[in-house]
């Protein structure tokens, strides 16, 4: 297992947010992500999202169920998964109802007290019976976290969190495996799915056997989902 070896990941973490205050560095943070222009303005998003909210409750793309509070929350798992745009998990799994998945969202399946809280909300008051983490192809966050490692420009304000909290993934994987992407992201994911298991909460659940815990990979180009288990 290889260790953390890049100062910047370790100690001197002070000179690593003081870094993160100066401009963002030309160069783009990762190149696994595709770019393009804004999409439109800021008034021209908030019609588009109006216009999607009235499809929707005329009947949309696909045919929901009516939105009501009355439903109940029992949702068949809680899904961790990236921000990223193109992972889209209510579509994934076919989920073609409201009560179905319980979802949180960040960059890079980077966790947090409140994601944890959020988790623990999910199986204690709602019974989630399964919880997965689960990263994605071309996955930007883990991208970016791996240039930073090999001695990349430190990515600006918060970010730097970001990938900081990857790098113990990163770390894992050698620098010469020819799919070292991959590797960082379900190192990362299964990374992230131990942690969650030791939640009080959640490792109460796992202990009589209402709940389990698993990693995944959502490989973008495929669509298919492998679950380790």
């Given amino acids: 297992m290889m260790k953390v070896t890049r100062s910047r990941f370790v100690g001197g973490l002070a000179a690593a947010f003081a870094a993160s205050a100066q401009p963002a560095a030309a160069a783009a943070l990762s190149t696994v992500d595709p770019v393009a222009p804004a999409r439109g303005t800021p008034a021209e998003a908030l019609a588009w999202l109006r216009a999607g909210n009235e499809r929707f409750r005329a009947g949309g793309m696909r045919r929901l169920p009516a939105p009501s509070a009355k439903y109940p929350q029992r949702p068949w798992a809680v899904v961790f998964c990236c921000a990223d745009t193109r992972v889209a998990t209510e579509i994934v799994f076919d989920s073609l109802h409201f009560g179905d998945l319980f979802v949180c969202r960040t960059a890079g399946e980077v966790s947090n007290p409140e994601v944890v809280g959020s988790i623990e909300y999910a199986v204690a008051e709602f019974h989630a019976p399964f919880v997965l983490v689960l990263g994605h192809s071309s996955c930007g966050a883990c991208d970016a976290a791996v240039a930073t490692f090999d001695g990349g ?27 070292r992407l991959r590797k960082v992201i379900e190192v990362n994911a299964a990374l992230t799915a131990a942690s969650l298991a030791t939640s009080p909460i959640l490792k109460a659940a796992l202990a009589n056997g209402t709940l389990r815990v698993a990693s995944g990979y959502h490989d973008l180009a495929s669509g298919r989902v492998s679950i380790h288990v």
């Fill in 153 to 179: 420009p430190i990515p600006p304000a918060s970010i730097v969190s970001v990938v900081n909290a990857i790098a113990p993934a990163v770390s894992r994987v050698p620098r010469d495996d020819p799919e």
